[in-house]
């Protein structure tokens, strides 16, 4: 039997006291299986979906052989979106912390690129990006790869879905050959059969089971006419009474019909699709992990790359074309120990999409009659909080206890009214109690924020 503590691996002993210091003690079974292999230099293919862990596995295996002396690019992470990016980012920082100044940077598109390329010449041992940004800083000169030691492709998947095979294959053509390289995904189609027979030596394959325990994600099956699917969601809806919901489309036009039919019906819906600029993509993403808008309507490829904490529900408007998408839709809910409810809407000509899942999870689908979804008698559904958007951010050295200590001080709200705090570069987000939001804009407004007066508006 495999020790699956983190003391069983041949990590540094600051390493081992980081990682107990952030709780780290159990290993995942991706990481159980991976770390051993990533820690001796092996190439490793992992299956693995998002949640499962392999962020730390990848993080770990990336810092082992990091020289903090040298400040050239030795770890260099691709990722589908910048909000994956990010997220990869902050948890690779804080496995980093302890002895030595590890500088992680993030490169992706959205974003100015002069403020990148003074970053660049200042050094960073990490780049965590998206393949289109990274390769034109290698277009550009100002990102150099030959010192890299370890190059990791995460959600190689959705990369390839995304249309950026050709990016990702000149970035690796300007990697080193001696390197060590990390594929990380969810499924296994031919693209990534491919990348890994043309760029990967030898490469170890582990595959972590991704079918959903029953205990902890209840699924249901309804059968529904296609004219009859946006009043289903909403139904759903308003029978369970999710605090947070995520409805997956197959189209654009079908995001947009429900969103529709959701606001008609009083319930704070918005949509995520690829039109939209980053600025809006960033604020309705924050909306939603701020718990101030309840449901998320998307299409797989808006979706990719988002980890959202404390899902209640997911629901699937329509059943996806392939039954591993269907369950990396559905392992979105029921997370870190929470239980999670899917529902799946399934129109008469989707039946063999609903065949190939029930095949893929070898157990029969649990149906339900559609006219058992009724509303539940209650208050009217609203987000819990509303977010507050506050013009400074990073770049005026605001951090998230001084938007804390400003609304708790002069401002007077209490510290149990206040939810998350996000700092970006030139903002910042804060969730507030819907019933203290009015008062608290109102006092930020006529108060000050690390001294000084700012903008302030409810998003």
């Not at 052989?65 to 992470?77: D, E, F, I, S, T």
């Not at 999710?242 to 995001?255: A, G, N, R």
């Not at 939209?276 to 998320?296: G, H, I, M």
């Not at 797989?300 to 996806?320: F, K, P, Q, Y």
Request: hydrophobic content about 40%; charged content about 20%.
């Amino acid at each position: 039997m495999t020790d699956s503590s983190f003391a069983s691996l041949p990590l540094t002993p600051e390493m081992l006291a980081n990682l107990d210091a952030l709780g780290y003690v159990t290993m995942t079974p991706v990481q159980a299986q991976s770390l051993p292999l990533l820690l001796k230099g092996h190439d490793v293919i992992a299956q693995a979906s998002t949640g499962s862990g392999k962020t730390a596995a990848f993080g770990l295996g990336l810092l082992h052989p990091l020289n903090p002396r040298y400040y050239g690019c030795q770890a260099l992470v691709l990722c589908p979106t910048r909000e994956l990016a990010d997220q990869v980012a902050v948890e690779i920082r804080r496995l980093a912390r302890g002895p030595g100044n590890i500088k992680v940077l993030t490169l992706c598109g959205g974003q100015p690129i002069g403020p990148q390329i003074g970053s660049l010449e200042h050094g960073a041992q990490i780049v965590v990006g998206t393949p289109g940004r990274v390769l034109k800083h290698l277009s550009k000169g100002t990102l150099s790869l030959d010192g890299l030691n370890t190059l990791v492709l995460d959600e190689a998947d959705r990369m390839l879905d995304m249309g950026f095979y050709d990016s990702i294959a000149e970035v690796i053509r300007q990697t080193p050959p001696r390197r060590q390289t990390l594929l990380f995904s969810a499924t296994y189609p031919p693209g990534i059969k491919q990348l890994a027979e043309t760029f990967m030596s030898n490469p170890q394959h582990v595959e972590v089971e991704t079918l959903h325990d029953n205990s902890q994600i209840e699924q249901r099956y309804y059968e529904v006419e296609p004219f009859q699917r946006e009043e289903a969601v909403a139904s759903a809806i308003a029978c369970f009474r999710p605090v947070s919901c995520v409805v997956f489309c197959v189209t654009k036009q079908q995001c947009q019909d429900v969103v529709n039919q959701l606001c008609r019906q009083g319930l704070s819906a918005m949509v995520l699709n690829s039109d939209l600029e980053q600025r809006e993509r960033d604020e309705v993403l924050t909306l939603f992990a701020n718990r101030s808008l309840s449901v998320l309507v998307a299409t797989d490829v808006a979706a990719r790359g988002l980890d959202i904490d404390n899902l209640d529900m997911v629901i699937n408007a329509e059943l996806s074309h392939e039954p591993q998408t269907h369950i990396h839709r559905v392992g979105r809910t029921g997370r870190a120990g929470e239980k999670g409810l899917a529902i799946n809407l399934v129109a008469p000509r989707e039946s063999r999409r609903a065949i190939a899942i029930e095949q893929l999870q070898g157990a029969p689908l649990n149906w339900h009659p559609l006219n058992s979804l009724k509303p539940r008698e209650g208050e009217p559904m609203q987000p819990p909080t509303i977010t507050l958007c506050i013009g400074a951010g990073r770049k005026d050295k605001l951090r998230p206890g001084d938007i804390l200590g400003a609304l708790t001080g002069d401002a007077g709200i209490a510290g149990n009214q206040v939810g998350k705090i996000t700092v970006t570069d030139y903002q910042a987000y804060v969730a507030i109690d819907r019933e203290s939001a009015d008062l608290a804009l109102e006092r930020l407004l006529k108060g000050k924020i690390k001294g000084k007066n700012r903008r302030v508006k409810k998003l």
